[in-house]
Structures are given as structure tokens and as C-alpha cells.
């Protein structure tokens, strides 16, 4: 079934108005007729089952059905990826997006080999998210997570102390241990920082300064993991973590029923 984003304002108690690109797509591409199921998303958590009933150059209308069951984790997770080669951060952020992250921060570390472009930022953030929202599309999201302008590792830093849990995966962390005191943290409705160096890695003044700030450095095993794999198994791990806890409490929830 296809998934569509809209404004909070564009859906009534009956009726969502999908206006903007999407109208074309719909009309020219996926050539949908009226009478089609599809999935229509308000970008703040509430998701609907509708059946498009009228489609126009301008706009398309779509009846609502039912409310969907939400998508979203229960924590915010945002992903401060050190700026790796080529089209590497497409990839990360798409499998990102589809992990449940619900921004991700481009970060200019000290071994980032790119050497970031103002003059090129609107047009490769405008990519960015595109890919965002295509990926939020595919894989059921309620949300289409934010991707940010690129920050320097100060800045970063910064942005990452308001938050309740910041985790550092790091190749010279030794042993699980303190890998499953920092899991443990993490609980329902906190902010968690993933801080991931670039190829080469974080230096080890970036990974100390993080400490100092409360941030908790962990291993991910004993394998040298590449840029684009390591943020996606932080977030796989914090995905499970928190849907683990929700089926837990709903398993005490029924059982006190």
C-alpha cells in the first residue's frame, strides 16, 4: 500500500488533502484511480488508512477509514555521523530512516576526509532529505526524520549535552560490559546521541571530550566496523532495546487486566 505525507492542517476528521509533488506522482507515475487504499501520514505521529475518492491536477482526496497503529520508537534517536566519501551518507541515511532515527546530524570530524562545502549545502540537503522522507515512505514511518546541516565536532558536541543518553561506539572501548550498562539506560521517551566516526575513525581527543560530557564510550565486538555499518547497528541495538520494552509492558498490561 502507498504512503503519503501531509500537512498537519490538510486532514479533517474524515477527509486528507494531499497537495504538493505527491498530487503528480499519484496522478502521472503510480496512475491511481479513485477507490485505492493507501497509508497517509500527518508527520506527527498519527497515521491513517484512506481510500482516495477524488483525484485533480491540483490536489487529491482521500476518505479516512481508520486510524493506524503509530510506527515510531519511543525515544528519539539522532545519529551524529562524521562525514564519510563519496555517496556513503545516502546509503546511512537511508537504512537510518528505516532503524528509526528521528534526525541525523552530518558532523565534520578530524578525520572526515571530505572537506564540507558551504556553497554546496542547500542542494545536498535538499538530496538528503529527499531521500529521508523516500525512505520514511518505504518503510512505514509516521514521521520523516530530519536531516541537518552539517555541524563541526564542537558544535556537535554542543547540540548532544541537552540530551538524556549519549552513546560512542569506539574501536578501542574495551569488552560488552559497559556496552550493556549504556543499553540499559535507555528507557521510554528519552533523547539519545549516536556519535560515529568517519573512515579512520574518531580521534581519541574527540571520543575523551564526548566522555567528559557525560557521554558513555562502547564497543560494538571485537570487529572493526566500517562507517556505514557501525551507526546502523547502534541504532538496530536501540530499536530492539526499546521494542522489547514496549512488548514487555504490554504483556504486564494484559496481565493485570
Request: charged share 30%.
Amino acid at each position: 500500500m502507498y504512503h503519503f505525507f501531509v500537512p498537519e492542517g490538510n486532514a479533517s476528521e474524515e477527509e486528507i488533502r494531499i497537495t504538493g509533488p505527491d498530487v503528480n506522482h499519484i496522478r502521472n507515475v503510480l496512475r491511481m484511480k479513485p477507490g485505492e487504499k493507501v497509508v497517509i501520514s500527518d508527520g506527527q505521529d498519527r497515521d491513517w488508512y484512506c481510500i482516495i475518492t477524488e483525484i485533480t491536477k491540483d490536489f487529491v482526496l482521500a476518505k479516512i477509514e481508520q486510524e493506524a497503529e503509530a510506527s515510531e520508537l519511543p525515544a528519539e534517536l539522532i545519529l551524529y555521523q562524521g562525514l564519510p566519501k563519496s555517496d556513503k551518507l545516502e546509503f546511512i541515511i537511508q537504512k537510518a530512516v528505516e532503524l528509526g532515527v528521528c534526525r541525523i546530524v552530518p558532523v565534520q570530524m578530524k578525520r572526515s576526509v571530505v572537506k564540507w562545502e558551504e556553497k554546496k549545502q542547500q542542494n545536498k540537503l535538499s538530496r538528503w532529505n529527499a531521500i529521508s522522507e523516500s525512505a520514511a515512505k518505504q518503510s512505514g514511518r509516521s514521521q520523516v526524520p530530519e536531516v541537518s546541516a552539517v555541524l563541526s565536532m564542537e558544535a556537535a558536541a554542543k547540540d548532544a549535552a541537552e540530551l538524556d543518553l549519549v552513546l560512542v561506539p569506539y574501536e578501542n572501548a574495551k569488552g560488552m560490559q559497559a556496552t550493556r550498562e549504556a543499553f540499559g539506560l535507555l528507557r521510554s521517551g528519552m533523547r539519545v546521541g549516536i556519535f560515529i566516526g568517519p573512515e579512520g575513525g574518531l580521534e581519541p581527543s574527540e571520543v575523551e571530550g564526548l566522555v567528559q560530557r557525560g557521554a558513555h564510550a562502547i564497543s560494538l565486538g571485537r570487529r572493526i566496523l566500517r562507517t556505514e555499518t557501525a551507526g546502523l547497528v547502534a541504532l538496530a541495538l536501540c530499536m530492539y532495546e526499546l521494542e522489547q520494552q514496549e512488548a514487555d509492558t504490554r504483556i504486564v498490561d494484559r496481565s493485570e487486566v
